[in-house]
Nanobody, 124 residues
Framework: QVQLVESGGGLVQAGGSLRLSCAGSGRTYSLYAMGWFRQAPGKEREFVAAISRNGGVTFYADSMKGRFTISRDNAKNTLYLQMNSLKPEDTAVYFC?????????????????WGQGTQVTVSS
């Protein structure tokens, strides 16, 4: 089992940057592919980015390509999301998630464990 705790959210102006972290517990953290999702009020949970077990394979939602970077440090049991050139439409609660397989997925239902989320607000 993996427990996930996100941090790093906050209020930022449009064009600014934030780095989110997701700390995982458990010795088996490196066996899990990881993903970032977000959910704005009144909207469905949306895929942001995913990374494979060893960090070698990453993919992104089209609207995040070139602005967001997902990475992980398995020695520290931590997942990251570097967000640059933020826009007001990026405002949402951001969640990290883990699935016990090699590669990540775009589908929330494919993930086994979720963090509690961290709020990101981008002002115009």
């Amino acid at each position: 089992q993996v427990q996930l705790v996100e941090s790093g959210g906050g209020l930022v102006q449009a064009g600014g940057s934030l780095r989110l972290s997701c700390a995982g517990s458990g010795r088996t953290y490196s066996l899990y592919a990881m993903g970032w999702f977000r959910q704005a009020p009144g909207k469905e949970r949306e895929f942001v980015a995913a990374i494979s077990r060893n960090g070698g394979v990453t993919f992104y939602a089209d609207s995040m390509k070139g602005r967001f970077t997902i990475s992980r440090d398995n020695a520290k049991n931590t997942l990251y999301l570097q967000m640059n050139s933020l826009k007001p439409e990026d405002t949402a609660v951001y969640f990290c998630a883990a699935r016990n397989t090699l590669y990540g997925s775009r589908r929330p239902a494919d993930y086994d464990y979720w963090g509690q989320g961290t709020q990101v607000t981008v002002s115009s």
